[in-house]
């Protein structure tokens, strides 16, 4: 039996589909090769943050009923969650709908076809479906299943992955993402541990701290900053890098912990936009002053960091002044990269009916401003960092020289290494390298580096 899992979206996504991913895998279903023609169960987990997002779902499920013509595909996600109807209604044929809510029941189809001895190639598969899935859903919990994407091993990522939080308080003119994930959620501090020392038991040596907004995690009390404490004293030495943050977020206790070595020097801000004005529009408790403060405070906290942000350009009504007031303060805080993305207007959201919506080719030339700076940015973090130490995770990816590898440095370079070794270190593998020189044009990489044990 064969399957796929196709991811668009955050590193929540990302986590979810590796748990699905691994489900099929251990109930001894083969993964469908790349080329067209195989058929078998192919799952698409979706994303609804933009409209572009949600066009790149549509366009590849056309893609993949025309390669894989008797495949069953399940959409799942938060676009499926959102917009459950419109897709059936493009799709009416092979395709059926999970929404993000249920997506958990995922990770028990396989066990439940291979025992029940269903055969996910036949014709009437799609149509059995619901009825299968209302079985497993018979004792599911929405609460407890948000938390169940723990996999055993992960098949396209080198470091480990543990969801601490999911869904979002906090409901930002813009954003659909809260509404298809729903209320924030926090996983226990001793759960949150068991997953970590579980990772570090199998090898790995960093994990990342993943949820919809981190920064709102709240269990028994214990916030973002007391389940950092908890948990490098309750384990041995694996590292721990987080996902985005919010600006307003972190306080003294926050600021304190990321001093422990074990914590990435790597941040990235949920920053939306610099301008008061616009801020206020979207719905962010937080100032310039705030952001400024927090910069310097991370920056007080790890030597030289990366430091990378979200900005959102062309909000409505956004004049040529206040989008200059976000492009001089990301410019004037040097960030390491900015990834910008023009507004997106997304139904049920109070801004898809804001007056003062910008033209696309005017949202167009504020992104490349933006991203010009990221650049900027970037190339000057990389030349501030050659010549120096870094510690670095091998990743599986196959380099494109021989006797060089892969790797991400623990300040989020991606680096490629010069082993001069018959035997390179394994995937996974914790080494330390000396940033070279900025590397030959190749965007999979940022740097050459060398390495040192």
């Not at 209302?134 to 299943?145: A, D, M, Q």
């Not at 670095?392 to 020289?401: C, D, H, L």
């Amino acid at each position: 039996m064969f399957f796929s899992v196709h991811t668009l979206g955050c590193k929540l996504n990302q986590l979810e589909t590796e748990a699905i991913t691994d489900a099929f895998s251990r109930n001894g279903f083969n993964r469908i090769p790349k080329t067209p023609g195989e058929n078998g169960i192919i799952i698409v987990n979706t994303c609804t943050v933009t409209s572009m997002a949600e066009q790149k779902a549509r366009r590849l499920i056309r893609r993949l009923l025309k390669d894989h013509a008797a495949a069953c595909l399940i959409i799942t996600g938060c676009y499926a969650q959102m917009d459950r109807e419109i897709i059936e209604k493009e799709f009416p044929e092979r395709v059926f709908v999970i929404p993000g809510e249920s997506k958990d029941l995922l990770l028990d189809l396989p066990a439940f076809l291979v025992d029940s001895g269903i055969d996910p190639a036949l014709a009437s598969f799609t149509a059995s479906l619901p009825s299968v899935l209302r079985r497993l859903g018979e004792n599911s919990s929405e609460e407890i299943g948000v938390f169940r994407f723990r996999p055993e091993k992960f098949a396209s990522h080198s470091r480990g992955f543990v969801k601490i939080q999911d869904g979002c308080d906090r409901r930002c003119s813009y954003c659909r993402v809260c509404l298809a994930r729903g209320k924030s959620r926090s996983l226990g501090a001793e759960e949150v541990l068991k997953e970590l020392l579980s990772l570090e038991e199998r090898g790995f040596n960093e994990a990342v701290l993943t949820g919809v907004n981190i920064t709102q995690y709240l269990s028994a009390g214990m916030n973002l900053a007391g389940l950092l404490e908890f948990l490098l004293k309750g384990s041995g030495k694996i590292r721990i890098r987080l996902s985005s943050i919010d600006p307003d977020m972190p306080d003294d206790s926050f600021f304190a912990v990321l001093a422990d070595k074990r914590i990435r020097p790597h941040f990235h801000l949920s920053l939306q936009s610099g301008n008061a004005n616009i801020l206020s529009r979207m719905g962010r408790a937080y100032t310039q002053e705030k952001i400024k403060k927090t910069v310097e405070n991370l920056r007080l906290a790890k030597e030289d960091p990366f430091l990378a942000c979200d900005i959102i350009a062309a909000f409505p009504g956004e004049s040529e002044a206040e989008f200059e007031d976000t492009r001089f303060l990301c410019e004037r805080l040097g960030f390491s990269w900015i990834h910008a993305f023009p507004f997106s207007p997304r139904p049920g959201t109070p801004a898809y009916d804001f007056p003062g919506r910008i033209h696309e080719g005017e949202a167009k030339r504020r992104v490349e401003l933006l991203t010009t700076l990221a650049v900027k940015g970037r190339l000057e973090y990389i030349g501030r960092w050659k010549g120096r130490e870094v510690e670095a995770i091998v990743e599986s990816g196959k380099a494109a020289v021989r006797g060089m590898i892969n790797g991400v440095s623990e300040n989020y370079l991606k680096l490629l290494i010069n082993t001069a070794e018959e035997r390179p270190p394994t995937p996974g593998s914790l080494i330390r390298c000396r940033i070279m020189e900025e590397a030959p044009k190749d965007d999979r990489f940022d740097t050459l580096a060398w390495l040192l044990n």
